[in-house]
């Protein structure tokens, strides 16, 4: 349209600019994957750690059982205990990177003396990644929850 009014050849910034935008598109998807795949393996790692718990504490599960404890009061232990490991995890995690990234923001400037990647750091950040890691946590120990509720009492008491 400005073109067509003033006579002069013009482009779009887009057209222009195409590889630029191709590039970000690529990189937030890229950031995507990896937040993603992140999420993927610490829940994973939760779940290992779950279910080791509940091999060592078979016995224990087993004696709980026998006393009349329901498969529901099992689950519900087990699952509490994810939704507690995700939970340390994410305040750890929040610490370690809050402390990294001021680290690297003070360390890395540009000449002036500005921050070479200046960024804000929330509430609303770290209360997002201490949800999602407390969630993650709750759903990486359905499955080791579901095979401590489904122990047999005798079987479990007797090995352990």
């Known amino acids: ?29 890229s950031t995507t994957m990896i937040r ?18 509940v091999i060592q504490r078979s016995r224990e599960i087993g004696i709980l059982r026998a006393m009349g404890t329901s498969r529901g009061g099992i689950l519900r232990i087990f699952l509490i205990q994810g939704a507690i490991v995700g939970l340390l995890g994410s305040a750890v995690g929040c610490g370690m ?10 360390a890395v400037r540009n000449a002036d003396g500005s921050p070479l990647f200046p960024f804000t750091l929330t509430a609303e950040l770290f ?20 095979r401590a509720a489904r122990l047999d009492p005798a079987e479990a008491i007797r090995y352990g």
């Not at 969630?135 to 359905?142: D, K, M, N, Q, T």
């Open 1 to 29: 349209r400005i073109g067509r009014v003033t006579g002069l050849t013009s482009r779009s910034w887009m057209e222009s600019n195409a590889q630029l935008l191709t590039a970000l598109e690529s990189q937030s998807a």
């Open 127 to 146: 209360l997002t990644s201490a949800a999602v890691a407390t969630f993650a946590g709750v759903l990486a120990a359905i499955v080791p929850a579901r």
């Open 36 to 53: 993603f795949f992140v999420i993927v393996s610490v829940a994973i790692g939760i779940a290992s750690v779950l279910v080791v718990s």
């Open 97 to 106: 990177g809050a402390g990294l990234s001021v680290g690297f923001q003070a």
